[in-house]
């Protein structure tokens, strides 16, 4: 595959046709949005497309400046492909390719994973720009770009994602986020919280559990502990906030609880958006929500495992991050240990400690 030194920029028009292939996650998928901003302030004309996994497909609509998206089904290919349903894979692959082949100026590979690799190179786009082979994770992908940004080595993904702007030739000012929810989404926040009882004037903590992986999930106990301690602060309403897979499991056990806090369960993106814009301070690992709050403008207490915060944490000020050593060998990098189940680093935190500096945070954006 062709690829660019470091020099060669691409020649990009007034009014280009501009994909960005970002497929997952919701946290990783969020510090794609400064860059989305940026190619619109450096081609206001250009339409901006989005590459998404269909489960996030509610995501690129947070940000007002895309113009179209594309929904992908890898994890539904590979699971035909596994039980030998080819013809399905098949089909799915080839109604991508009719979607996108011949419509694109340029491409941006925002994972550089080889799925999303295969996914710029499949729309035949004569400017594919990638990261660096030795910042992918996957350095096979970058073998299907045309043109790369420099090596970015250990730095924040916002900072990595930006880089990209740089093998364009576009200027890399201050991040913007752009997270934008619907009215209707906000309606949808202010509406259930009224129904809790919580009003405007009461100081919102939100408390996440959920994790995308075991690692990075505070045991839930403490979670609850947390809400039922918080919720005793004068003028502080605490919330469980529940993803679709640990919904039944929050709402049974804050049913047992002494003073049950109000759980509430945003059944889209967007909901999550304008509940999170809502609070003063939210509590979670490394999780999306933890950093849309942060997107949001909110302050955050991020608890954190085997993660690298230099890499990974929440962007942005008012920010804690509480992070112990890690034990097991694990070195800081971009990959957390996904072979760690019990991360004694995460079973370090306290929660004495996690209230008294949402307490902190909490203070803090109440004279902000």
Same mark, same amino acid.
């Given at each position: 595959?062709?690829?660019?030194?470091?020099?060669?920029?691409?020649?990009?028009?007034?009014?280009?046709?501009?994909?960005?292939?970002?497929?997952? !996650?919701?946290?990783?998928?969020?510090?794609?949005?400064?860059?989305?901003?940026?190619?619109?302030?450096?081609?206001?004309?250009?339409?901006?497309?989005?590459?998404?996994?269909?489960?996030?497909?509610?995501?690129?609509?947070?940000?007002?400046?895309?113009?179209?998206?594309?929904?992908?089904?890898?994890?539904?290919?590979?699971?035909?492909?596994?039980?030998?349903?080819?013809?399905?894979?098949?089909?799915?692959?080839?109604?991508?390719?009719?979607?996108?082949?011949?419509?694109?100026?340029?491409?941006?590979?925002?994972?550089?994973?080889?799925?999303?690799?295969?996914?710029?190179?499949?729309?035949?786009?004569?400017?594919?720009?990638? &990261?660096?082979?030795?910042?992918?994770?996957?350095?096979?992908?970058?073998?299907?770009?045309?043109?790369? +940004?420099?090596?970015?080595?250990?730095?924040?993904?916002?900072?990595?994602?930006?880089?990209?702007?740089?093998?364009?030739?576009?200027?890399?000012?201050?991040?913007?986020?752009?997270?934008?929810?619907?009215?209707?989404?906000?309606?949808? !926040?202010?509406?259930?919280?009224?129904?809790?009882?919580?009003?405007?004037?009461?100081?919102?903590?939100?408390?996440?559990?959920?994790?995308?992986?075991? +690692?990075?999930?505070?045991?839930?106990?403490? &979670?609850?502990?947390?809400?039922?301690?918080?919720?005793?602060?004068?003028?502080?309403?605490?919330?469980?906030?529940?993803?679709?897979?640990?919904?039944?499991?929050?709402?049974?056990?804050?049913?047992?609880?002494?003073?049950?806090?109000?759980?509430?369960?945003?059944?889209?993106?967007?909901?999550?958006?304008?509940?999170?814009?809502?609070?003063?301070?939210?509590?979670?690992?490394?999780?999306?929500?933890?950093?849309?709050?942060?997107?949001?403008?909110?302050?955050?207490?991020?608890?954190?495992?085997?993660?690298?915060?230099?890499?990974?944490?929440?962007?942005?000020?008012?920010?804690?991050?509480?992070?112990?050593?890690?034990?097991?060998?694990?070195?800081?990098?971009? &990959?957390?240990?996904?072979?760690?189940?019990?991360?004694?680093?995460?079973?370090?935190?306290?929660?004495?400690?996690?209230?008294?500096?949402?307490?902190?945070?909490?203070?803090?954006? !109440?004279?902000?």
């Amino acid at each position: 595959m062709p690829t660019s030194s470091a020099n060669a920029r691409p020649v990009v028009g007034s009014a280009p046709r501009i994909a960005v292939v970002k497929l997952g !996650a919701l946290g990783d998928g969020l510090y794609t949005f400064p860059v989305v901003s940026a190619l619109k302030a450096f081609r206001p004309r250009a339409t901006i497309t989005w590459v998404v996994e269909e489960r996030l497909r509610d995501l690129p609509r947070l940000h007002p400046a895309v113009d179209e998206i594309v929904t992908i089904d890898t994890r539904g290919w590979r699971l035909a492909a596994r039980r030998g349903r080819w013809a399905t894979a098949w089909r799915g692959i080839a109604g991508y390719y009719r979607s996108v082949a011949g419509r694109f100026d340029v491409v941006l590979d925002v994972q550089g994973l080889l799925k999303s690799g295969v996914a710029a190179w499949l729309t035949g786009a004569p400017v594919r720009i990638g &990261f660096a082979p030795e910042d992918c994770r996957e350095p096979l992908s970058a073998r299907l770009m045309t043109h790369h +940004a420099a090596p970015a080595g250990r730095v924040h993904a916002l900072t990595r994602n930006l880089g990209l702007l740089g093998a364009l030739g576009a200027p890399i000012g201050p991040p913007r986020v752009d997270v934008v929810p619907a009215p209707a989404d906000e309606t949808w !926040a202010a509406e259930r919280l009224a129904a809790h009882g919580i009003e405007r004037d009461d100081q919102l903590a939100a408390i996440h559990p959920g994790a995308g992986h075991p +690692a990075k999930r505070w045991a839930f106990g403490r &979670f609850l502990s947390l809400a039922e301690r918080l919720g005793r602060v004068p003028g502080v309403r605490a919330v469980l906030v529940a993803g679709p897979e640990d919904r039944a499991a929050v709402e049974e056990a804050a049913t047992r609880m002494a003073s049950p806090p109000a759980v509430i369960a945003p059944p889209s993106l967007g909901n999550l958006a304008a509940l999170l814009r809502r609070c003063r301070v939210v509590i979670a690992g490394d999780t999306g929500p933890l950093h849309l709050a942060a997107a949001l403008g909110v302050r955050t207490v991020a608890l954190y495992g085997p993660s690298d915060p230099v890499l990974a944490a929440p962007v942005g000020t008012g920010h804690r991050v509480i992070k112990y050593p890690c034990a097991c060998g694990w070195t800081p990098g971009p &990959f957390f240990n996904r072979r760690c189940v019990d991360p004694p680093c995460m079973a370090a935190i306290g929660i004495d400690e996690v209230c008294d500096v949402t307490e902190q945070a909490l203070a803090a954006a !109440a004279v902000a």
